[in-house]
C-alpha cells in the first residue's frame, strides 16, 4: 500500500483560480522553487491533460540546475490534479503528486499528497518544508492575480 505524506493549507482565493496558478506555466514558473531558484518559462511543458508530459528546469542559486520531469494522470479542473513527478528524468517511473482543492469558507483548501517512497524521515521533512514554500509563493501569485 502507498504511503503518503501530506500538507493541508487554506488560500483566499476561488478555487478555479487556485487551479490556474497550479497549471498555467506563467503562473507555476513563479512558485515552483521558490524566490530563490529561477523556472525559466522556456524550460517548461505543461500539457496538462491525461498522458501529458511535464517538464521544468530549476536554477540554483549557485548556477546548479534540477531537471524535472512528470507525467498529468488525472486533471478534473478545478478540484484535482494528479500527476508523477521526478528529479531523475532517465527514471520512466516518477513519484505520484496528487492535488486536491476544495471550496471552504474564506477561499480553497489545498492538500498536496505525494508517494512518501523510500524516503527517510529527514528527507519527509524537508520535501513537506519544500512544499510549505511553494504554497506560500502560490499565495503571492493568487494576492497579485486579485489585485490585478
Known amino acids: ?18 487551479f490556474e496558478a497550479i497549471t498555467l506555466p506563467e503562473h507555476f ?6 524566490a530563490a531558484v529561477e523556472v525559466p518559462q522556456e524550460s517548461l511543458t505543461m500539457d496538462v491533460r ?8 530549476m536554477v540554483l542559486p549557485d548556477g546548479n540546475r534540477i531537471d524535472w520531469a512528470g507525467e ?13 513527478l521526478t528529479d531523475q528524468p532517465g527514471d520512466d517511473a516518477g513519484l505520484p503528486v496528487l492535488f486536491d482543492l476544495k471550496e471552504v469558507d474564506g477561499g480553497t ?13 529527514e528527507q519527509v521533512a ?19 492575480l486579485q489585485t490585478a
Do not use: C
Open 109 to 121: 483548501q489545498l492538500t498536496i499528497r505525494q508517494d512518501r517512497s523510500d524516503f527517510s524521515d
Open 50 to 57: 491525461p498522458g501529458g508530459a511535464f517538464r521544468a528546469v
Open 1 to 18: 500500500m502507498t504511503e503518503y505524506f501530506t500538507i493541508t493549507r487554506t488560500l483566499r482565493a476561488p478555487r478555479a483560480l487556485v
Open 126 to 144: 524537508a520535501t513537506i518544508a519544500g512544499y510549505n514554500a511553494f504554497v506560500d509563493d502560490i499565495e503571492r501569485v493568487l494576492e497579485s
Open 29 to 34: 514558473a513563479v512558485w515552483f522553487g521558490t
Open 72 to 84: 498529468y494522470k488525472v486533471v478534473d479542473p478545478p478540484s484535482h490534479l494528479a500527476m508523477t
